[in-house]
Every structure is written in structure tokens, then in C-alpha cells.
């Protein structure tokens, strides 16, 4: 089983980047390894349901349906789990071929939530997205989800979920993440880690790098 756990967002305007400095961060923090003798089928959880009136989404239970798009189902063992965090920046359309070579997916990105403050985290199947949630607060994040939607009628898309938090939106250019962000990127990486563990992973932490350093970094270096 191939899960792929994708950062998009563009890293010059504030909290829009913070999808790509939380895979930084958790690649950097976080030694992953498939758990001792680890067997996920993907058939116990087709029952799992998704409580879309619970918004705040982080902490609940969804869809452990590791089912791909077109129905057809696989196991998972030690042996076969492979893990990557890619930084998928602004690119949508472009990483089709690894999202369609993966057969989980987890996306992390900006999102807008009607109600929803700065810094609150979602996280929700892409086919049970809630219907306070839009994807459409940016430019990339109106791309991505087209991407996804195009893939998904080719029956090219894997099982997905999308691990979301509220930006602070801002005009000028700027490197710098709200503490709004800052604070919701705990919750971000408590939950990735409980999913990553729930498809089959352990972990180790192996350092200790904020989402605020990870974006000092990218003001170093310029506009990438």
C-alpha cells in the first residue's frame, strides 16, 4: 500500500503555504516504519461513516475505506506499506501521476469553512466533504480540487482525505505564518499521526522543527 500525504500551497503568502511547511515539518520531525507484522483490510471499514455535522473534524472518526475509486479493494502488510511526503507546492494538474500511482492520499491545504477562525482544522474524506467547507479560497486551492475532481472521473483517484486548516488571508506578499497557524499545526500533526499509525505506521520522533521554521527557511531562500 502506497499512501502518499501531499503539502500544496504557496509558501509567499502566509498562512497559503502552510500545507508545504507541515509536510516539511512532519517529513523532517518524524522517522516513519510499516508496524511489526501490520495487515490493513481494507474491507473491514467500508462501515465506517463520516459525521459531517461534526465539523470540527479532526478528532473524528472517519472513513478508514482504503477501497480505490473504481471499487476494487487491496490488503496491506508490512511488507508492501510504503510512505512519502511530497511538497506538491502549486502544481495541481502536474502531480497527477504520483496522486494516480498512490493508492491513499492525504492532501493538506487551505480551506474556507463558513464559521470556521483562523487556524481551525478539518479533516474529512473527499467524497464526505462537509457542506460548511469550500476549497476555494485561492487560486491553487481551486485547482487542486479541480484536479482531483477530473482524476476522480478518469477513475484515476485513490482513496483520499483531505487534512485542511482555516489561513488568515492576506493581500501582500509574505513568508510569515499567523500564530492562528501556528497553533492549528499541532493539531495538524496530532492528527496525521494518529491516521499514519491507524494505515499501519510507528514512528519515532527524530527532531524537533516548528512550521515557523520551516517557513524562516523559505524567507531565506526567496521566492521559490
Known sequence: MRVLVLGIGNVMFGDEGVGVHFV????????FSPKPSAKFDSVLNLDDKFDSSNLDGANSNLSGDLARSDGSK??????????????????????????????????????????????DVYFFGYEQMPPAVSWNGSAHEVEMLETLRLMELAGDLPRTKILGIVPKR???????????????????????LDELS????????????SVSDIALEFSKKGAI
Do not use: W
Open 24 to 31: 516539511k515539518m512532519m517529513e523532517r520531525n518524524y522517522k
Open 198 to 209: 491507524h494505515l499501519g505506521f510507528c514512528y519515532e520522533k527524530i527532531a524537533n522543527f
Open 170 to 192: 492576506i493581500e501582500p506578499m509574505s513568508f510569515e505564518l499567523s500564530a492562528q497557524a501556528q497553533e492549528g499545526a499541532n493539531l495538524m500533526e496530532k492528527t496525521l
Open 74 to 119: 487491496f490488503n496491506a502488510d508490512s511488507a508492501n506499506l510504503e510512505l512519502k511526503f511530497i511538497d506538491g507546492g502549486t502544481l495541481a494538474m502536474a502531480l497527477t501521476p504520483l496522486i494516480a500511482s498512490s493508492d491513499v492520499l492525504i492532501v493538506a491545504d487551505c480551506i474556507s469553512a463558513e464559521g470556521g477562525e483562523t487556524g
